[in-house]
């Protein structure tokens, strides 16, 4: 079987075999372990602070003087896992009187070392750089036990050849010639003080006649001010009296004038209201009866509109009526002179020429008849020039051709030329006689 064994956080619990010939170290801070009996080896370690004084006696220093030298220094275990382990590995088994004794013999060599290096000025003089330095030394060391330097600090330094009590003599003697000339220099500084404060006196005395007259003009020049500001202010008290005054008055003509306008106000109203009331009168007396005539002969009115456009509508549709009766006669005669036309344009294909010649001859006269319109109006013609009436007639015959070329497009020469001559000869006849009857036209 086995036990169970606890630890406080100031003690480590090393554990180590086991079952099976187990080899392992188990190392436990602040807890508890199980342990079999016959194969479990359970051993402790402390890790509280070791409080160690270092002493060194008739270590010679750097000039050769021997000195002792005391100091205290605290250590500790270190409870890291790997550095704990190292410590174990030191010390497990051994009692906190040989640890201590390990370190302490440690501390005490580096510090012989390092005294070796100094003088007593130095020692003695700084002793925390010294500590510090034998601290800075020795920690790699004591590091590698697994152990770590809190704090060291120099207790004592002292020497049996009085090296230190004649360093304190001569610093006595400068001491006390420090004072001498302290004393002497104070004595100096007071007279030169108290004539500096007698000085200081007079010039505060002058300084103060000289603010006393300063503030009695100042007073006498504020009184004068005073007083101006006391008469102007009594001239504008009287001024702002008038002015007062005044205003009270405009204040009150304003008043006066506000009830003048509320008077002028309410009259206004009055007469509104009779203009309002002479209205309603008018309204009712002629405005009305004229509304009531206006819409009667409206009534009149739109009724003969209505008849207006009615008899409108009835012209409309008999003119409508009308319109489409004389649209078909149109239409009709249309179609019978196109017949008609169509029937000539046949004779006319058959015949040719011909039959266009006489049309143009039977229109020749309705053409005599239209050029000689304008001369049928005139009272005497008077012709100019050799030939005569006989001329000038052959002249107007001879351009009717060729009008009828422009008019018609068609040459009564050559149609003439076309034609039997015995229609030629009857075409020149009847050419003929349409020439004298222009003439005679």
């Not at 005139?378 to 100019?384: A, G, K, P």
């Amino acid at each position: 079987m086995g036990n169970i064994h606890t630890v406080g956080p100031n003690e480590a619990l090393i554990v180590s075999g086991g079952c099976f010939g187990s080899t392992q170290k188990r190392t436990i801070v602040g807890g508890y372990a199980w342990a079999w009996w016959l194969v479990t080896d359970v051993q402790r370690i402390s890790l509280e602070v070791m409080t160690l004084n270092p002493m060194c006696e008739y270590v010679e220093t750097a000039q050769g003087v021997p000195l002792t030298v005391t100091g205290v220094a605290q250590c500790k275990i270190m409870n890291e896992d790997e550095l704990l382990t190292t410590a174990c590995e030191q010390f497990l088994g051994k009692s906190v009187k040989e640890i201590k004794m390990t370190v302490l013999q440690t501390l005490e060599g580096h510090l012989r070392a390092i005294l070796g290096t100094l003088t007593v000025e130095e020692v003695y003089k700084d002793r925390d750089q010294f500590a510090g330095l034998v601290r800075e030394v020795a920690a790699p060391d004591v590091g590698r036990m697994g152990i770590e330097i809190l704090s060291f600090t120099i207790k004592d330094v002292y020497d049996d050849v009085q090296y230190l009590a004649s360093l304190g003599k001569a610093q006595t003697a400068v001491v006390k010639r420090d004072a001498d000339i302290g004393v002497a220099q104070a004595n100096r500084d007071a007279g030169i003080r108290e004539a500096e404060c007698e000085k200081s006196a007079m010039d505060v005395k002058y300084s103060m006649d000289t603010r006393i007259e300063d503030n009695t003009r100042l007073f006498k020049l504020q009184k004068a001010q005073f007083d101006q500001e006391i008469n102007t202010a009594k001239a504008e008290a009287a001024l702002a009296y008038e002015l007062q005054a005044a205003k009270i008055k405009q204040k009150i003509r304003n008043e006066e004038i506000q009830i003048e306008v509320v008077e002028r106000r309410k009259q206004i109203e009055v007469e509104q209201q009779e203009i309002m009331r002479r209205e309603e009168e008018l309204t009712a007396t002629i405005r009305l009866p004229a509304e009531a005539e206006a819409y009667r002969l409206q009534a009149i009115a739109e009724g003969k509109r209505t008849q207006t456009v009615e008899a409108a509508k009835a012209d409309a549709e008999r003119i409508k009526v009308l319109g489409l009766a004389e649209a078909t006669a149109i239409g009709d005669v249309g179609k019978a002179d196109a017949e008609r036309m169509l029937a000539k344009a046949k004779v006319y294909k058959q015949y040719g020429d011909a039959a266009i010649m006489a049309l143009v001859l039977e229109a020749l006269p309705k053409i005599a008849a239209e050029v000689s319109a304008p001369l049928a109006k005139t009272d005497e013609i008077v012709l100019v020039g050799d030939n005569g009436a006989t001329g000038e007639v052959a002249r107007l015959a001879g351009g009717i051709p060729p009008a009828l070329r422009t008019l018609t497009g068609l040459d009564i020469s050559q149609v003439l030329k076309r034609l039997h001559p015995s229609t030629e000869e009857t075409s020149l006849s009847s050419t003929t006689s349409k020439k004298k009857e222009v003439t005679a036209c």
